[in-house]
């Protein structure tokens, strides 16, 4: 079955940077698209960005662009997204999400909805 | 980028209820609107994709329509387990926005 297992809660001071990972099993992980998206306590969803873990390529909102980024390591089908320079508002569970299907070109990003989600990540900022 | 604008933004109903929630797009989304169910400290739950398609596994008293700027999730016969909060999100133009959230909650 498929699963994707995320690390465990962070704590961190402002300035710092975190890095989430989320191990995917059940499925061929090249295969589809990873997102990122985290929820701050309360608020409603926040859409992060993707990663396609075949190669590589990235699309990042413009909100976190220059302070996140999202990697892969195939050999053990494990997506991360590192978050840098953070700030008390960045304190929220994060979540890994995989896109069921969709369309991807260098102009378009269409997806088909996300139907298996990690457990989510809670990172706290606070010095 | 893309406003989604759900409404109502929270709604009390009651077991058996028939409860329609509606999302907006601030531009034309052509039918990449999907739709996810949250219970408290749990991920969303894809229920609904491409504006009108039931996710495997999700029962027949969801259904969802729509296209354009204008879509609506129906829940037929609200069930006690239904109790949550529901958010739309667009995947025709990156960010892939969501809605801000309906909160459902027992009458």
Known sequence: QVQLVQSGAEVKKPGASVKVSCKASGYTFTGYYMYWVRQAPGQGLEWMGWINPNSGGTNYAQKFQGRVTMTRDTSISTAYMELSRLRSDDTAVYYCARDQGGRYSGSYSLSEGFDYWGQGTLVTVSS | ?107
């Open chain 2, 1 to 107: 980028d893309i406003q989604m604008t759900q409404s109502p933004s929270s709604l009390s109903a009651s077991v058996g209820d028939r409860v329609t929630i509606t999302c907006r797009a601030s531009q034309s989304i052509s039918r990449y609107l999907n739709w996810y169910q949250q219970k408290p400290g749990k991920a969303p739950k894809l229920l609904i994709y491409a504006a009108s398609s039931l996710q495997s596994g999700v029962p027949s008293r969801f259904s969802g329509s729509g296209s354009g700027t204008d879509f609506t999730l129906t829940i037929s016969s609200l069930q006690p387990e239904d109790f949550a909060t529901y958010y739309c999100q667009q995947s025709y133009s990156t960010p892939h926005t969501f809605g801000q959230g309906t909160n459902l909650e027992i009458k």
